[in-house]
């Protein structure tokens, strides 16, 4: 088994007034050669988005986005022809493939969002691009792992171009969980959203990560209520 711990104080952190964002890899002019990706997994920003801004109108091309709000609803306008409100609670998901422009705000005048963005590379490069979304409170189980994400559009959750599942686990304190990989070539990138729990020997409180591979399976044990995603790519090699 490898690991790898990355604190909460440890992420890039950038303040533009209206946004508040923090960087678990690489991004924009956050730069740490040692932290470009986890495997499959390009980026994790947490961002707290301030009432009436957002993000204007930008491309993206052959990238799997996921976003999902933890407080507050962000509407989503696409070239697609999407327009949707991405709510608290829900997992959105969008493959960028051969190229999608898309705007994000927040259009509550008086309160912030916070939400998580995902990127994940993708297995096939210039896909049709596409838009789906999900609320992630019909799919969950406390005191277990329920899937979000996963790459078949028949199982549960939203799908991507990627072989990459991920689970959240909602827990009671004092819980002990074991979590299985799908393949010995995974990886499995943990962020603790809220509470304080034990992995591999190493305690993580809130949002300190933890990524893990070499290995079949990994337990959680909770030190407190607490609220986990799990994030589970391919470790590819990349330059």
Known sequence: MKTVFHPSDSRGYANHGWLEARHSFS?????????????????????????????????HDNMEIVTIPLKGDLEHKDSMGNSAVIREGDIQVMSAGTGVQHSEYNNS???????????????KQNVKPRYDQLPIRSLHQKNEFFQILSPSANDQGVWIHQDAWMHILDADQDQSFDYVLQSPENGVYLIVIEGEVEVDNQTLFRRDAIGIWETDKLTVKTKTDAELLLVQVPMLQLS
């Open 109 to 123: 005048p008086d309160k912030e969002i916070n939400l998580f963005q995902l990127w994940l590379f993708p297995n």
């Open 27 to 59: 991004f924009a002019s956050w730069y740490q050669p040692d932290r470009l990706h986890f495997g499959a997994l390009r980026v994790l920003n947490d961002d707290i988005i301030q009432g009436g801004m957002g993000f204007g109108t930008h491309p």
